[in-house]
């Protein structure tokens, strides 16, 4: 087997996985059920995705367990979770506590709003970004996100570096279950600029716009995909 192939994880999912997953929030933490719930998935498809090395640049990070949970199982590339929330920078940050300092815990957190600007994300070190990584986000902001995300994409990420988005999405005018329906109808009314994205109708036709094409798509457990792009 090829060590250098990129979808040959060099290290097994690692002990920092497993501690994460398992861990109580230490202070300061958030804790989000539905990350501990896809982790596992969406490692997967990200150590078959993912290039074997460089930065893993990740939009709306959240609580951070996700990137305190893959950054060890994922060197040696180095996972950069950014964020536009402070609390939830905190939570990032205090997750990362229960990791070694010695390269299994992901970079600090960025402060990054998807919607600006793309040449004005706080990248300039951190370039070429070898993939962007953006999981539960573009239904839960305004429209305008998902464009900042794709245009960030197209900006930031070298020729055939991936985008990948996690997430439940409507396929071609269909809903993909009942449960993403209410889902959907849950989010409008919470938010009018919020609402599931329809991959065909919607995210493709601005991603192609602006030099992105789809990669792969994969199935999740309840009803979400991984949808891959790539520059
Ligand atoms: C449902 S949470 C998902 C968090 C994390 N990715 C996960 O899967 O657990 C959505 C996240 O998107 C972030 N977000 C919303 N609008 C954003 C924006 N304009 N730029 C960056 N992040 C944003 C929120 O602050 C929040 O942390």
Redo the contacts with the bound molecule.
Sequence with gaps: MDPSAPDTPRHPPAAAFDLIMAATPPPGALD?P??RR?AGPLLAVLLAELPADGTIL??????G??AAAFAQALLPRRWLP????AE?RDSIRAWMTLLAPDGARPLPPRA????DPADTWPLGDAAPVSAMV????IH??PWT?TL?ILAGAARWLGPGAPLIL?GPFHRDGRHMSPGNTAFDADLRSRDPGWGIRDLEREVLPVATGVGLRLGAVHEMPANNLCVVLRR
Excluded: K, P
Aim: hydrophobic share 45%.
């Design positions: 989000a539905a990350a896809n990740e939009i709306g990070a959240g609580t367990q996700h950014t964020e536009m929330d939830r990054l709003d998807a919607a953006s999981a539960n986000v839960i902001a996100v900042g996690y």
